[in-house]
């Protein structure tokens, strides 16, 4: 089994929609973090968490939201997605710098 | 803004050679630095990291930092075609970013040719 693991893989939306997409992992890391990456822009870090009652915005944190329900458990939503949200999103566990991604969640919002 | 600077690339290296990847970083503050491989449709993998000026060698993957001049390299000798791939350069200072200050560069695209 995965380290880190993202549900969905894959995602197709309609704008307007609430998605949620979901990170678990197994690692026992309490630092955990969703980035999302754009060709040509890189990875850009949009909430952080550092143990299960502490949420950081990151830089670009408008249009989501975020749920750390357990230790091993953090949930990314978007509350009405829009077509500039089509974008690969990772989730992330581990001390800065030394990351362990999960495998990605490509969204696309039509 | 703190920025961290990678030639898009792509970079083409012949097969067996040394490769190059270079990374500039605006923040003199950065104290630690991070080289990550993505291949094409999958998640970044950490490769390397240091926090010391000078080299730090793991295999056929060589970094190199130099502070004074906010410059970090990964060097890949006899390349394979395995390791086409982007590399994404990351820099960690105490002062503002991302997460604990962590920001990542664009990537280089590298492609070792046969």
């Known amino acids: 089994d995965a380290d880190v693991t993202q549900t969905p893989r894959n995602r197709i939306t309609k704008t307007g929609k609430r998605i949620m997409l979901e990170c678990s992992q197994t690692?026992?890391?309490?630092?955990m973090y969703w980035y999302r990456q754009d060709p040509g822009l890189g990875l850009r870090l949009i909430y952080y968490?550092?143990?299960?009652?502490?949420?950081n915005k990151g830089e670009i944190s408008d249009g989501y939201s975020v749920s750390r329900q357990a230790q091993a458990k953090f949930s990314l939503s978007l509350e009405s997605a829009i077509p500039n949200q089509t974008a690969l999103y990772f989730c992330?566990?581990?001390?800065?710098?030394?990351?362990?991604f999960g495998s990605g969640t490509q969204l696309s919002v039509l | 803004q703190k920025e961290v600077e990678q030639n898009s690339g792509p970079l083409s290296v012949p097969e067996g050679a040394i490769a190059s990847l270079n990374c500039t970083y605006s923040?003199?503050?950065?104290?630690?630095f991070f080289w990550y491989r993505q291949y094409s449709g999958k998640s970044p993998e950490l490769i390397m990291f240091?926090?010391?000026?000078g080299d730090k060698e793991d295999g056929r993957f060589t970094a190199q930092l130099n502070k004074a001049s906010q410059y970090v390299s990964l060097l890949i000798r006899d390349s394979q075609p395995s390791d086409s791939a982007t590399y994404l350069c990351?820099?960690?200072?105490?002062?503002?970013?991302?997460?604990?200050?962590?920001?990542f560069g664009k990537g280089t695209h590298l492609i070792i040719q046969p």
């Open positions: 240091i926090y010391s000026n």
């Open positions: 968490s550092f143990d299960v009652k502490d949420i």
């Open positions: 992330a566990v581990g001390d800065p710098g030394k990351l362990f």
């Open positions: 990351a820099a960690r200072g105490y002062s503002g970013g991302g997460a604990d200050g962590l920001t």
């Open positions: 923040d003199r503050g950065s104290q630690s």
């Open positions: 690692k026992g890391h309490d630092r």
